[in-house]
């Protein structure tokens, strides 16, 4: 699969904390690359803010089994395959979902190699599905936005867009360039859509993960060793989980954060901070 940045284990009985967003419940919130790893921690934390939750993946089989996991909750999210890098598609799939409130911008790939042995078709994977496939639903979700504007009594914005980015929109990353690229071109993606659309009351900022543990990036949290070299990258001393992702995005979705937009907020343990400078470099 490649839709769904990480690929979490299947356990979604992880307790999740109880719904304390009053101005989530009832919302209709799309999360794209939903049916795995940070994506299907996102899944879950809005549902279980009572938030009518679709979320859209190519890996069925996951996602199924996400959605099946979650089924007695009262407001059970659903499940709707979608490849987003075709845009009939994608146009097909916003008008069957119908009105959305919320749009979370999760779904994105690597396909590694270095600079100089990087294909052309690994470069254009990488863009159309992590920074393309932002472009796509976000401009669905804002015609929908724009056509409904503000209804205060849903919620203080006419929309809001997260878009899923990484440390590596400000980190350079050898190895991974069409990574680092995609997520640096999401990072002014946001920034220019939040710039255009808040006039019109609609809110868009990103949430960057640092190194979160799924089976993705298993080599580098693996082993005691791995784990110890990747800790030396994080001040606060542990690896991420997806609910540190997903807590921040029910936050930054929430009215709550109403007076927020052209953000970036960083879930990192401090990987930004550059530890290799904490004594004087």
């Not at 419940?25 to 009572?50: D, L, N, P």
Request: with cysteine; aromatic share 8%.
């Amino acid at each position: 699969s490649y839709f769904g940045e990480q690929t979490l284990e299947k356990n979604y009985n992880t307790p999740r904390e109880q719904a304390i967003y009053p101005s989530l419940a009832g919302k209709r919130v799309v999360v794209t690359g939903g049916g795995s790893g940070i994506g299907a921690g996102i899944v879950e934390a809005f549902a279980r803010q009572g938030a009518l939750v679709t979320f859209l993946d190519i890996a069925e089989k996951d996602s199924r089994a996400l959605a099946a996991s979650l089924a007695a909750l009262p407001a059970p999210p659903a499940f709707v395959p979608c490849d987003l890098t075709d845009l009939p598609k994608v146009a097909q799939t916003f008008e069957i979902i119908g009105p959305v409130d919320i749009l979370i911008n999760n779904a994105g790939l690597q396909q590694d190699a270095p600079f100089q042995e990087m294909s052309l078709q690994q470069w254009e994977r990488v863009i159309s599905v992590n920074l393309t496939g932002q472009f796509l639903c976000a401009r669905e979700a804002a015609r929908e936005f724009l056509r409904r504007g503000v209804v205060p009594e849903v919620s203080r914005a006419a929309g809001k867009i997260i878009c899923m980015s990484s440390v590596h929109e400000v980190i350079p990353w050898a190895g991974h360039v069409n990574y680092a690229a995609s997520k640096g071109g999401i990072m002014q993606l946001m920034k220019s859509m939040a710039q255009e659309l808040a006039p019109q009351k609609i809110r868009v900022n990103s949430i960057a993960p640092g190194a979160i543990q799924t089976p993705i990036n298993r080599a580098a949290w693996g082993t005691p060793e791995a784990l110890a070299a990747l800790l030396k990258l994080i001040p606060d001393g542990r690896i991420g989980e997806p609910d540190d992702i997903a807590r921040a995005a029910v936050w930054l979705a929430s009215d709550q954060s109403d007076y927020i937009t052209g953000a970036t907020i960083f879930v990192d343990g401090g990987m930004t901070l550059y530890p290799g400078f904490a004594t004087g470099g």
